[in-house]
């Protein structure tokens, strides 16, 4: 079984949401590279603070 979030993370209700945007396709000659940009975003607790974090990457689509 694949455990995609760490139990402990999961008992405490942690939840990242994924978003993904429309991929994007640069045309250059005769090819057409594609991009699929998304943010991971998660909130947790620092010291009594709710804090978002979020990671933003271009993934190469297709």
């Known amino acids: 079984m694949t455990q995609l ?3 402990e993370r999961h008992n405490r ?3 990242a949401v994924h978003r993904l945007d429309p991929p ?3 045309v ?3 090819g057409a590279p594609a991009e ?3 943010v991971i975003e998660w909130r ?3 010291n009594g603070v709710e804090a978002d974090p979020a990671s933003s990457c ?3 689509y297709g």
């Open 28 to 30: 250059a000659g005769d």
């Open 24 to 26: 994007a396709v640069h």
């Open 36 to 38: 699929l940009p998304l």
């Open 44 to 46: 947790i607790d620092v």
């Open 58 to 60: 271009p993934s190469p």
């Open 5 to 7: 979030v760490p139990r």
């Open 13 to 15: 209700g942690d939840i």
